[in-house]
Every structure is written in C-alpha cells, then in structure tokens.
C-alpha cells in the first residue's frame, strides 16, 4: 500500500490531576475559561503546549480537531434536562454541545482563519484524525495541528452506553518532510483492531511514548475492527530530506 510521510514538530498531552483538575489555556481571556466547558480547555491547553514545544504562531495553521463524544458532562446534562425540565434547557449548554465547539473557541482565541475540520469517528477518532491531518498534510505541503479529546462519562446512564472513564486531550503539529522535527511514515493496514481502553484518544498514547523515545518504533493505530494504520517512527536523530 502507498506509504506518506511527515514530520512532527511537537506533539503534548493533558489529562486532569488532583494538582491541575481544570486547565487555564493563555488562547482564552479569563471570562471565556470560566464559560468554557472541560472538553474545549483540555483541546485548547493541549493545542497551546504543542504550539510552543514547536515555536509556531497558531494562527497561520490548519487545523483538525479529533473527538469521538465532545463533552460527555454536557450532554449528560442536556440529556437529564430534555428529560425532567425541557423547557429549562440552557442556550450556553447547548452551544457547548456541537462537536466543534473546540475548534471555534480555539478559532477566536488563536485569531486563525486557517481550514479546520471536526472528525468524529466513535473509539476509532484519533485514527480518524490523524488519517484526515497528516492527509491535508501530505497533500497540501502545508503544516496541520491535530488536536484530539474526550472526557469522561459522568456517573449515571450515561455509563451505560459510553466506554470512555477518563478525560485525555492531545495534540501534534505535523509538517511536511524537510521540515525538521520527527519523521514520521504512515499507510493503512487491513486487519483485526480493537478500541482502545479508557478514552478514544488512548490511541496516541504509543505513538506519543514513541516520539519522546530515541529509537525507531513501528505502532498500530486502530480506524475500525477491520482496518488500522501502520505507523513507524524515525530514530531520534534521522531526518526526512524531502517530500514522500
């Protein structure tokens, strides 16, 4: 199968701690963090660290934002309400709801106008995402960040029918070859694949101990049952010399 190649300049992850359980991205004024739900905090704060772990204005990027629920607290709360009280049900709730509502704050905050694309692809989003990114990637020659997240499934009915028990966010500036930074080379793989556990963006968990390693490491990363991507990773040190 055809093999693409790119190069990732930074990459970050965020999950909540008992030190940091919120996250306070500097894209956001103040009022608009306090507005903000936990789902688009946790994209932003990943998106920023990865910015500047690569020195680049996040306004002249494109960008793909991942998640395979948005945020689950939301909907949660959403849900309960058409349920007991829909005449209560809060404008700001829903706003918070629609799956690119990540994408728009990071939009106002990092002042771009650049392509954005919202994916959602159930357990297999992050696969989804990084298939979508590194192909604008690939194809238009021009950098892409890839910001991935999902929250927990609060407790409750919700749990019923929804995997995901923890909050991750993740995010990777790729650029083409000849860039600097990670080399990267990708192709799809047809196969047996499973989701992976906790979070749909538990998949780039490898892949981002892959990059902060130093030797060469070949991954899988799930888009269905029934396909996966085939990911190796460059030796710390190697670097792509051109397009691929």
Do not use: K
């Amino acid at each position: 199968m055809l093999t693409r190649t790119v190069q990732v300049l930074a990459q970050a992850a965020w999950t909540p701690t008992a030190a940091a359980p919120r996250p306070a991205p500097a894209l956001l004024a103040a009022n608009e963090r306090r507005r903000a739900p936990q789902a688009v905090l946790m994209a932003l704060q990943a998106a920023e660290a990865a910015g500047a772990g690569a020195a680049v204005d996040l306004g002249s990027v494109a960008t793909v934002f991942a998640s395979a629920h948005g945020d689950l607290a939301i909907v949660d709360a959403l849900c309960r309400t058409l349920a007991d009280e829909p005449l209560l049900l809060s404008p700001l709730r829903f706003h918070h709801s629609v799956h690119n509502a990540a994408s728009g704050y990071f939009a106002i905050g990092a002042r771009n106008r650049e392509a954005s694309t919202a994916v959602a692809a159930g357990p297999w989003s992050f696969g989804a995402g990084w298939l979508e990114a590194a192909g604008q990637c690939a194809a238009e020659q021009r950098p892409v960040l890839l910001v991935g997240c999902d929250t927990a499934a609060p407790d409750g009915p919700l749990q019923s029918v929804n995997d995901s028990r923890e909050a991750l966010a993740v995010a990777l500036l790729l650029a083409p070859p000849g860039a600097g930074g990670r080399g990267v080379r990708w192709q799809l793989q047809p196969g047996r694949f499973t989701p992976p556990p906790g979070n749909p963006m538990a998949a780039a968990r490898p892949l981002l101990a892959a990059l902060g390693a130093a030797p060469a490491a070949r991954l899988d990363v799930p888009l269905s049952a029934q396909l996966g991507l085939v990911i190796d990773v460059e030796a710390e040190g190697d670097r792509e010399s051109g397009p691929a």
